[in-house]
Structures are given as structure tokens and as C-alpha cells.
């Protein structure tokens, strides 16, 4: 299983990006996935999830109404559209995957996760 996640760069406060992350070796539609992040010196911290069917979404309260999570089964593919970022936003993002939790809630813990991509830098600059 390889995840990859990309879209990530240099912007200004206020601005916006979208991340997306692909992968191989899975199938979206039946795992849940989710959106992490890092900041340097910092714990990973949750950021957003969706769930297999992606009906249901989970955000964290930092980027609730800024960030929107979604995912496109047909093409295995995962994105995160980040409005009104910044600097607080500055970190190294890593999507995830999980097949293992198809009737429980979705969680904000990294430990519920079973498959993590490279990470993808997000800058913003103030």
C-alpha cells in the first residue's frame, strides 16, 4: 500500500491550497481517511477525516469551516481544499488510511489509522 500525498507549497496568509493525496494498493471506497498534520518542533495532529463511503466527515475545531475534506472513489483519490490559511497553518501534512473501522465513528487519533503517506509541506507565509 503506498499512499502520496502532494499540493502542498508556499502561500500567503489568507490564501488558499488544495491537497490531494492518490494511492495504490487500496481501494477508497472501502477504507476511511483522514488528513494529519505537523508542525516543526510539534506532535502530529489531526485535521480532518471522511468517512469509506464518504458521507460522513469529521473536522478539527482549528481548521473547522476553513478546510473541507472529500474523496473520489472512482479515481482513489483524496483532497483537502484549504481556504483562509495561516501561519498557524504551516506544517507538513500526511494523509492516512484506515479499512478496519467501517461502523464506529470516525476518530482524530493517529493510532486508528493503518496506512500513512509521505507528508506534503504546507508554508505560510505572513
Known amino acids: 500500500v503506498q499512499l502520496q500525498a502532494s499540493g502542498g507549497g508556499l502561500v500567503q496568509v489568507g490564501g488558499s491550497l488544495r491537497l490531494s493525496c492518490e494511492a495504490s494498493?487500496?481501494?477508497?471506497?472501502?477504507?476511511?481517511m483522514a488528513w494529519f498534520r505537523q508542525a516543526p518542533g510539534k506532535e502530529r495532529d489531526f485535521v480532518a477525516a471522511?468517512?469509506?463511503?464518504?458521507?460522513?466527515?469529521l473536522y478539527a475545531d482549528s481548521v473547522q469551516g476553513r478546510f473541507r475534506i472529500s474523496k473520489d472513489n472512482n479515481k482513489n483519490a483524496l483532497y483537502l481544499q484549504m481556504t483562509s490559511l495561516n501561519p498557524e497553518d504551516t506544517a507538513e501534512y500526511y494523509c492516512?488510511?484506515?479499512?478496519?473501522?467501517?461502523?464506529?465513528?470516525?476518530?482524530?487519533?493517529?493510532?486508528?489509522?493503518?496506512?500513512w503517506g509521505q507528508g506534503t509541506l504546507v508554508t505560510v507565509s505572513s
Open positions: 492516512a488510511a484506515d479499512s478496519r473501522n467501517r461502523v464506529g465513528p470516525l476518530s482524530m487519533r493517529s493510532s486508528a489509522y493503518e496506512y
Open positions: 494498493g487500496i481501494i477508497y471506497s472501502t477504507y476511511n
Open positions: 471522511i468517512n469509506w463511503r464518504g458521507g460522513k466527515v
